[in-house]
């Protein structure tokens, strides 16, 4: 028998790894089926955030010691989002089946970056369900990315080459002599000015749109940006829509939008981080009427869908137009007809990483575990729970509904005699409520008032949790409203 590599890291004593692995397993199990027994978020004490000052390890520790730090130390202390009370972002909360297909991905450890290897494979195959979902032609290209900011990225790039060519991968923006102007709603997240700035294109080339009562980009304005920067000299060439804003969950007119970038022939694409995820709730796609028009969709798997983070995704409809904006030919990337540098294109000839994770899997095992159809429900019943929660607000009369409720986020205030008082009060809710562990919401501003926003994507929440928050709410607001009263005496 061959003798291990006497530099090898596995195990002198597999059935000892087994048995450890089982008792990891469980515990994390354990973890996931008690999370209404814990608090949402509790603060780590002093003692705990020391043990993470110490030095460098240079000795070896077992195993099983290493886990009851990660028991104790770490595990009580994550924000939450897995918690059904988890309320304050749009985050997804991760299911069981995902955890396990991350453990199979981590056996593999495959590099998803390209070569003939069946985990590409597995990427393709949820490529081929996106265009399904989202009426794409086959020619539609697409990749798993870290998050909807780096697809937002990627889209913006793939529409700076379709705007100017291929050359300003070699020659730069300078040489092209060309002012690019892009618009998005000011409602729009702040990663699609990040976009812009990384693209080389900087902050000053997009175009803040307003948006009106609903949160919905102001289309007379976007067309009247559009006339006066061409009058100007600019060169408009892309227009970003909204699907589920960050604030409010908002999404666009995106039919209009897509009617608005093909007449000004300009590249469209939808920040659809979320929201675009809805095209699997057969009674809220209908809000995203016009998203099959976009030349780029981003989003995220990891909030509507639950899959674990992190799994973002951009689709992009002129995939020739995609592997233009970033193919890079290199030796060690030579490309072969058979054997393992064969397979091309590869998916590192759609993005900027060459070396990439194997994040298909755990969405591949959660669209095939649950059916489009399941997952869809899930949607369908956060957007209800948001539609009881406004209900509610609506007939409290010690609260305030501060913006329309759209998609699963809720924006509301406890209403308070002194509106110097206001922000505040409500901004000490919001701590109180996290810190009670019992939900936690968190702040944003609307009509430049501060806002309890409430953000409901969690499967695991239900009617009780809202009732919870609500019940709670008031009691905070009741007794900040007395402090603060007895604090003017």
């Known amino acids: ?95 069981p089946v995902g955890m396990l297909a991350e453990m199979l991905a981590a056996g593999i450890n495959a590099n998803v970056g390209g070569r003939e290897q069946i985990p590409v494979e597995v990427e393709r195959q949820i490529l081929r369900w996106v265009r399904e979902l989202f009426s794409f032609p086959e020619t539609a290209s697409g990749i798993f990315v870290t998050g909807t900011s780096m697809a937002n990225l990627i889209g913006v790039l793939v529409a700076r080459t379709a705007a100017l060519g291929t050359g ?127 030349d780029s969709i981003a989003f995220d798997f990891h909030k509507w869908a639950q899959v674990q983070y992190d799994a973002g995704f951009i689709l992009v409809r002129d995939g020739a137009m995609h592997y233009d904006t970033f193919a890079s030919p290199a030796a060690y990337l030579q490309r072969e007809t058979r054997g393992m540098a ?56 010690e609260l305030e509904l501060l913006a329309p409720v759209s998609l699963s986020i809720v924006c509301f205030r406890y209403r308070c005699d002194s509106t110097d008082d206001a922000d505040r009060i409500n901004n000490d809710i919001v701590i109180a409520l996290q810190e009670s562990g019992i939900a936690a919401p968190s702040t944003t501003i609307i009509d430049g008032k501060l806002a309890i926003r409430v953000a409901l994507f969690n499967h695991r929440t239900n009617v009780g949790d809202v009732d919870a928050l609500l019940k709670a709410t008031l009691q905070f607001g009741r007794m900040e409203t007395v402090r603060t009263e007895s604090a003017a005496l």
Not at 49 to 56: P, Q, S, Y
Not at 279 to 287: E, F, L, N, T, V
Not at 357 to 362: D, M, N, Q, S, Y
Request: hydrophobic fraction near 40%; proline fraction near 6%; glycine fraction near 10%.
């Open 168 to 294: 300003v991968r070699k020659s730069g923006l300078a040489a092209s002599g060309t002012r690019l102007v892009a618009y998005a709603s000011k409602a729009a997240h702040g990663c699609v000015a990040q976009a812009m700035d990384l693209s080389g294109l900087g902050l000053d080339a997009l175009r803040p749109i307003p948006f009106d009562r609903r949160g919905e980009m102001d289309l007379t304005a976007l067309q009247h940006a559009i006339d006066e920067d061409r009058r100007k000299g600019f060169t408009p060439f892309l227009i970003v829509g909204t699907a589920g804003a960050v604030d409010t969950g908002a999404v666009d007119d995106l039919s209009s939008i897509a009617d608005i970038a093909e007449r000004e022939k300009l590249w469209f694409h939808v920040d659809g981080a979320y929201g675009a995820l809805a095209i699997m709730a057969p009674d809220i796609a209908p809000r995203l009427d016009g998203i099959e028009r976009a």
């Open 342 to 397: 064969a397979n091309s294109p590869w998916p590192c000839d759609f993005g900027p990483d060459l070396s990439r994770g194997f994040r298909a899997l755990k969405t591949w095992f959660a669209i095939k575990t649950y059916g489009i159809d399941r997952l869809g429900q899930v949607i369908s019943g956060t957007c209800a729970l948001a539609k009881y929660l406004g209900q509610r607000i609506a007939s409290e009369p």
């Open 1 to 95: 028998m061959q003798q291990p590599s006497p530099h090898t890291l596995d195990p002198s004593d597999w059935d000892e790894l087994r048995a450890q692995g089982h008792r990891m397993l469980d515990d994390i199990f354990d973890y996931m089926q008690q999370f209404r027994e814990r608090p949402v978020w509790q603060a780590a004490p002093a003692e705990v955030r020391d043990r993470f000052k110490e030095g460098l390890p240079y000795a070896p520790s077992s195993l099983d010691t290493v886990h009851q730090g990660f028991l104790q130390d770490v595990l009580p202390y994550a924000i939450g989002n897995a918690h059904p009370g988890f309320m304050g972002w749009v985050q997804g909360g991760g299911t």
